[in-house]
Nanobody, 125 residues
Framework: QLQLVESGGGLVQPGGSLSLSCTAS????????IGWFRQAPGKEREPVAC????????NFGDAQRYRQTISRDNANNSVHLRINRLEADDTGVYYC??????????????????WGQGTQVTVSS
């Protein structure tokens, strides 16, 4: 059974950069689309980025999408998200999730069957 683990969160100053990783502790996610979602305090979970099994990707968010890069390394069963020029609004718990609809990306959390536990990102001076 597929299990996902996020890493790389922490406290970052505004304007800094952060790289998050999602790895499979059990199983292989090479056939899955992998999405990143963020949940800020008191808000709903929102899509950040997604990458298909073939490497096609979508960055969500009108402004944020220009500051982030998603990539995957199928040989090492991992997906990475890098966010540059971090802002306070980037604060939240970041989750990675896997969708068996591997060839397409969707911003809808309900389309993803498997979720990691999340990693906290705090942007503050």
């Amino acid at each position: 059974q597929l299990q996902l683990v996020e890493s790389g969160g922490g406290l970052v100053q505004p304007g800094g950069s952060l790289s998050l990783s999602c790895t499979a502790s059990e199983g292989s996610f090479n056939d899955y689309a992998i999405g990143w979602f963020r949940q800020a305090p008191g808000k709903e979970r929102e899509p950040v980025a997604c990458i298909t099994r073939g490497g096609a990707y979508v960055n969500f968010g009108d402004a944020q999408r220009y500051r982030q890069t998603i990539s995957r390394d199928n040989a090492n069963n991992s997906v990475h998200l890098r966010i540059n020029r971090l802002e306070a609004d980037d604060t939240g718990v970041y989750y990675c999730a896997a969708s068996s609809r591997g060839s397409s990306c969707t911003p809808n959390p309900t389309d993803f069957e498997t979720w990691g536990q999340g990693t906290q990102v705090t942007v503050s001076s």
